[in-house]
């Protein structure tokens, strides 16, 4: 297990390296399921406006269409909540049961991310409104008149991003899906070992913004060439990037987690967390 910055990096690249092909394929379905659904979610839009516009231009305005976007969208959302914790119960199964050694199929993965996608989605939604509440408490104070209220509330804001984006980061999948536990646990875990894991989480987050703010530039030059190849090969870059990202920081996460389950248990090592995951 990690201990250092560098032994950290070293077993997320290393993770990186060893299920890149089964988180590729994971991504793959997620990212391309979604396009569908968003292609059909834009016809039935781009529909419901024409239909709104001529309804208008007639002086007969129904709701019917303003209707139908919001169900579009509604079910989109819907859909996409589905698909993502799936595949996020999915990749860390993967990325546990490869580090560990143990072979599996893919029924099997996909069988183990049905079974945590509920428990990850209400964890999520309740994580979300706990977030949502401090955020709109933080809010209120920088909308205030008073000056001292007004920068509490910009503190409030941005430890709210801080404390709660380095939570989530580094335990939210693994407590949820692996420990079978709940917000608290994922506390307990991280608490112990909040700047460290900062420094992690920022030191990923800067190093991916670098590196999608080179890939806009180098998308935006291509699509400025006004030449139909270059466009859609900028498109496909940007694709890349993205579903390169989001498959190494699965595998952050996952070894984040690890840490701080070794910090707080010293027997606790990767076959460990694997018999978590195998059981009932």
């Known amino acids: 297990m990690p201990f250092s910055f560098g032994d950290w990096f070293a077993k997320v690249v290393a993770g990186t390296r060893r299920s890149w092909k089964p988180l590729l394929a994971i991504q793959g379905i997620l990212f391309g399921v979604l396009a569908l659904l968003g292609l059909v979610v834009a016809a039935i839009v781009g529909a419901a406006i024409m239909n709104i516009l001529s309804s208008v231009l007639t002086g007969r305005m129904g709701f019917g269409s303003i209707a139908g976007i919001v169900v579009a969208y509604i079910a989109f959302v819907l859909v996409a909540i589905v698909l993502g914790a799936v595949a996020q119960a ?3 199964f993967v990325v546990v049961r490869d580090a560990a050694q143990r072979p599996y199929t893919a029924g099997q993965a996909f069988a183990f991310a049905r079974s945590r996608a509920l428990p990850l989605i209400g964890w999520s939604l309740l994580l979300g409104l ?11 104070l920088v909308a205030s008149e008073s000056a001292i209220a007004t920068v509490l509330g910009v503190l409030v804001v941005l430890g709210v991003f801080l404390y709660f984006g380095t939570v989530t980061f580094a335990a939210f999948g693994g407590t949820v899906v692996i420990e079978r536990g709940g917000l608290g646990r994922m506390f307990q875990l991280v608490n ?18 670098v590196i999608v703010l080179i890939t806009m530039a180098i998308v935006f030059s291509l699509v400025q060439s006004q030449v139909v190849v270059l466009a859609v090969l900028g498109g496909l870059i940007y ?13 952050a996460t996952v ?3 690890a840490e ?10 990767t076959p460990v967390l694997a018999d978590e995951i195998d059981r009932a």
């Open 260 to 269: 701080c389950r070794f910090r707080e248990h010293n027997p606790v090592h």
């Open 192 to 209: 112990p070992r909040f700047p460290s894991i900062l420094g992690r989480m920022a030191t990923l987050f800067v190093l991916s913004g």
């Open 90 to 92: 999915a990749s860390e």
């Open 255 to 257: 070894v984040t987690y």
């Open 239 to 251: 694709l890349a990037v993205i579903v390169g990202l989001s498959l190494v920081g699965t595998v």
């Open 130 to 140: 706990l977030f949502g509440i401090v955020y709109l408490i933080g809010i209120a």
